[in-house]
C-alpha cells in the first residue's frame, strides 16, 4: 500500500470489508454497528467539525476506524472509546499501517461509553477544550450525549451523525410533534442545530433509515446552570411532565408543582410540557423551591 497516497490514507468499501474479514468482524444490531465506507463522508464530518492540530476529540464507537483516521489526519489527538474488545484492539493497528507518524496520536479504550468517565479518559478527561465527533450507535445516541454532557464539563462542543428520527428529536422546538425529553435536556447544557444529511449509501451495512449531522456548542453557565442538584430536580420535572404528555403541566406534575409555584413562575398551568422551554422549566423549578422554602 502506498501510504504517500493521500487518497489511500482513509478507508474505502474495500478496505473495511478486508479489515471486517481479516478479524472475523461481522457488524451487529444490538451495537448499532453500521461502519462508513466513504472517505468524502468522513472528511465532511471532520471539516463540520472544525477540529484542528492538537485539539483533543473524543470519538465513541470508532468501529473499524474510518473516522478515526480523517480525524488523526487533522493532527488532533484522539481518544476512542470502543465497546467491542476485538474493534478495540485492531484500531491501533488500522492506524498504524494507514498513519503510522499520527499513531502516538491515538489512545483507544475499550468500554461502555455509558460508564466512561474523565478519570478514565486519560488526558482527554483532563483537558480544558474536548470536542466529540462520532458516529454514534442508533441505538444508545441520546443516552451517550447526555451522559457524557453531565460526567465531561469540559466537553464544550460536538459533532455527531445519528439515525435522523433522533437528530429531529434533539433539535426540535417547542410545539413540534417530535418535541420531548431529549430535546429539553440537550438544551439545557447548550444550543443543538442540524447541519447536514448522510444517505444509507455510505455505511456497510446499509441502515434502513437515514441519518443527519448534529452540531452542538455547550452555552456558558445561566443562572442554576451549573448546579447538579438544579439539573436533577429540572430533569425530573421534565421526565413527569413528558411521562403523561397528553395531559396539561397541572395534571402531570400533580403532586411535585403547586398552583402558588405555577403563579410564582408565571406558567399556565393549562398548558402542555410540549409548549414549554428549557428556561421556563428552570423558572418553574425555582418557584418551586421559593414556594416551599
Same mark, same amino acid.
Given at each position: ?7 489511500d ?48 476529540? #473524543? ?5 473499524? =476506524?474510518?473516522?478515526t ?15 467491542d474488545?476485538v ?11 494507514r498513519?503510522p ?11 461502555d461509553a455509558?460508564t ?10 483532563k ?8 458516529n ?13 454532557l ?15 428520527e ?7 422546538a ?15 447544557? =447548550?444550543?443543538?442545530?442540524?447541519? =447536514? ?18 452540531s ?19 430533569f ?12 396539561? #403541566? ?14 410564582a ?8 410540557g ?16 421559593e414556594?416551599?422554602?
Amino acid at each position: 500500500m502506498n501510504t504517500e497516497n493521500e487518497s489511500d490514507r482513509l478507508l474505502g468499501a474495500t478496505d473495511i470489508r478486508r479489515i471486517a474479514d481479516q478479524i472475523d468482524i461481522h457488524p451487529t444490531k444490538r451495537l448499532g454497528q453500521n461502519f462508513v465506507i466513504d472517505p468524502g463522508t468522513v472528511r465532511r464530518i471532520v471539516r463540520l467539525a472544525g477540529v484542528a492540530s492538537d485539539q483533543f476529540v #473524543l470519538e465513541v464507537g470508532p468501529g473499524l =476506524g474510518s473516522l478515526t483516521l480523517g480525524l488523526l489526519e487533522t493532527g488532533c489527538l484522539v481518544t476512542a472509546d470502543e465497546i467491542d474488545p476485538v474493534l478495540a484492539r485492531q484500531l491501533p493497528q488500522t492506524v498504524c499501517e494507514r498513519m503510522p507518524e499520527k499513531l502516538d496520536r491515538l489512545t483507544v479504550i475499550n468500554r461502555d461509553a455509558l460508564t466512561l468517565t474523565p478519570q478514565l479518559a486519560g488526558d482527554a478527561g483532563k483537558a480544558t477544550d474536548l470536542a466529540m465527533v462520532a458516529n454514534l450507535p442508533y441505538n444508545v445516541a441520546t443516552p451517550i450525549i447526555l451522559t457524557l454532557l453531565a460526567r465531561f464539563a469540559n466537553l464544550s462542543r460536538f459533532l455527531v451523525m445519528v439515525q435522523k428520527e433522533v437528530a429531529d428529536r434533539l433539535t426540535a422546538a417547542p410545539g413540534s410533534k417530535v418535541y420531548g425529553a431529549p430535546s429539553l435536556k440537550l438544551a439545557w447544557y =447548550g444550543h443543538a442545530a442540524q447541519v =447536514g444529511r448522510i444517505g444509507r449509501h455510505v455505511f456497510w451495512p446499509a441502515p434502513n433509515v437515514d441519518s443527519a449531522l448534529v452540531s452542538f456548542t455547550r452555552g456558558k453557565n445561566r443562572r442554576g446552570r451549573g448546579d447538579e442538584g438544579t439539573r436533577t430536580e429540572v430533569f425530573a420535572l421534565i421526565d413527569a411532565a413528558f411521562g403523561q404528555r397528553r395531559k396539561t #403541566l397541572h395534571a402531570a406534575l400533580k403532586g411535585l408543582v403547586t398552583v402558588e409555584a405555577f403563579r410564582a413562575a408565571g406558567i399556565d398551568p393549562a398548558r402542555r410540557g410540549e409548549t414549554m422551554t428549557i428556561e421556563e422549566f428552570i423558572a418553574l423549578d425555582q418557584a418551586r423551591r421559593e414556594v416551599a422554602a
